[in-house]
């Protein structure tokens, strides 16, 4: 007798991302009580497994979730709000401003739907964010079903959220705890960047993530800038004084990093921290380039984020893999530099061992949630298919995502949310830009 299963996945082309570089032809993948039951030939199937639930995705590949491993998912209501700057003028006299007059819960709110319906639509199952208002980041997340790292935010200037950094940390456990059992909300602490978190709120934060057994995620030499700043101040590189703090370990995802020394990058290798690269947001606001391949090659596990879409001005992992593969080449003077598979590691796997969520999330093996997209393949600007794995790095976009789902639960279905209000929320969106673009005129 077939065992009974949720739902029967077949498709063309699965690609497990564990093992790298490696694709299953005509294959379906089971799913019962959310998670990855088995992968088999489709020939197979009907003798083992049976379900009420059949999807057949010809011409579709089908991927693990895409995991964007540094966000500030609210900002996408800044999205366009002030291009073409400098990094610090870009803060100081239009993202900082605008964020002192509007950011609220109902901001946040807004902000994170619009952000959370790019992201589904495109493919990304899991993001890790560092913003205001956490608390409703989560409930938005946990709402529209998609994974999601709430960055329990440091700073150490007021906001509408926290007075400071007693208050930041405070209410940060308070998410922690309020979060604790949701099977796909999880929590990190968020020090915003050693120019703006001071040592005593570092040192807490340190021995706290050891207590909770959680990740601390930063954004470290991400410009020249910071490290003036840090000599300035403090008489040694960020890394140096991150190094004296204890904060360099394994729980650390360090954001940006295109400032680095031979030594410091040695430094980093040795105390097991993970890299977050931002290719198009660190090209956007020219802070620099991350030395990724000689990152890979120190052993250093690196993840793909977008920043946020007031920076980047998307967040489309399709098209960060794509940078990805892209600058690596060239910085590297070396076409074999970063192959497509590892950019899709890149954006799979490796989010998930920055995150911690390795065991849970990032590639499509028995007993894994059931994280996954199906990316149709078969159109005009991705035939013919050779090899699938180049088609998604180099020739794929995001619209031609046509299913997504998260631990099981469908979440776009033939290229439409199914648990969020598309309508809406640009309605509501429309409303925002008017409001914000009025402000920052009249300033």
């Known amino acids: 007798m077939p065992e009974q299963v949720d739902q029967l996945i077949h498709a063309e082309w699965i690609i497990p991302v564990v093992p790298e570089n490696h694709v299953y032809s005509d294959h379906t993948l089971v799913v019962k009580r959310g998670r990855i039951s088995a992968i088999l030939p489709t020939d197979q199937v009907t003798s083992r497994f049976q379900s009420t639930q059949e999807t057949t995705l010809r011409g579709h590949a089908l991927i693990p979730g895409l995991i964007n491993t540094h966000t500030h998912a609210a900002m996408a209501l800044l999205r366009g709000l002030a291009d073409d700057m400098p990094l610090m003028t870009w803060l100081n006299e239009h993202i900082w401003p605008a964020e002192a007059k509007w950011v609220s819960e109902e901001f946040i709110h807004d902000g994170t739907q619009l952000a959370v319906a790019e992201m589904l639509l495109g493919g990304t199952t899991c993001f890790n964010d560092m913003y205001f208002f956490p608390d409703i980041t ?90 003036v700043q840090g000599l300035q101040h403090h008489g040694k590189r960020p890394m140096a004084r991150l190094n004296d703090l204890g904060l360099l370990s394994p729980s650390l995802a360090a954001v940006h990093m295109t400032h680095l020394e031979a030594a410091e990058l040695e430094l980093f290798a040795a105390s097991g921290g993970h890299v977050v690269h931002c290719p198009e947001s660190n090209q ?160």
Request: proline letters at 4%; hydrophobic letters at 45%; aromatic letters at 4%.
């Open 284 to 443: 956007k606001l020219a802070s620099g380039f991350c030395p990724v391949v000689k990152l890979m090659k120190a052993g250093i596990n690196v993840a793909l984020g977008t920043d946020g879409a007031a920076s980047n001005n998307d967040l489309d992992m399709f098209s960060e893999m794509r940078s990805a593969a892209l600058l690596a080449k060239g910085v590297a003077n070396d076409a074999s530099a970063l192959p497509a598979a590892k950019a899709l590691s890149m954006a799979t796997i490796n989010g998930a061992l920055a995150l911690g969520l390795q065991q849970e999330t990032g590639s499509l093996e028995a007993g894994k949630s059931a994280d996954m997209v199906a990316v149709d393949l078969n159109r005009v600007n991705t035939l013919p298919v050779y090899h699938p794995i180049s088609q998604l790095v180099y020739a794929a976009g995001r619209e031609q995502v046509t299913h997504v789902w998260v631990a099981g639960r469908p979440v776009v279905s033939e290229g439409s949310l199914t648990t969020l209000d598309t309508q809406q929320m640009m309605a509501q969106t429309v409303d925002w830009r008017e409001r914000i673009m009025a402000s920052d005129v009249d300033r």
């Open 138 to 227: 989560g409930r938005v997340a946990s709402s529209a079903g998609i994974r999601a790292v709430l960055g329990l935010i440091a700073i150490d200037f007021p906001s509408a959220w926290a007075s400071d950094g007693d208050d930041y940390l405070h209410k940060g456990l308070q998410v922690h705890d309020q979060f604790r059992t949701n099977p796909i909300i999880h929590t990190a602490f968020a020090p915003h960047a050693p120019y703006s978190v001071a040592d005593p709120i570092l040192e807490r934060i340190r021995t706290l993530a050891d207590e909770l057994e959680i990740p601390v995620h930063m954004h470290v030499h991400e410009t020249h800038d910071e490290i």
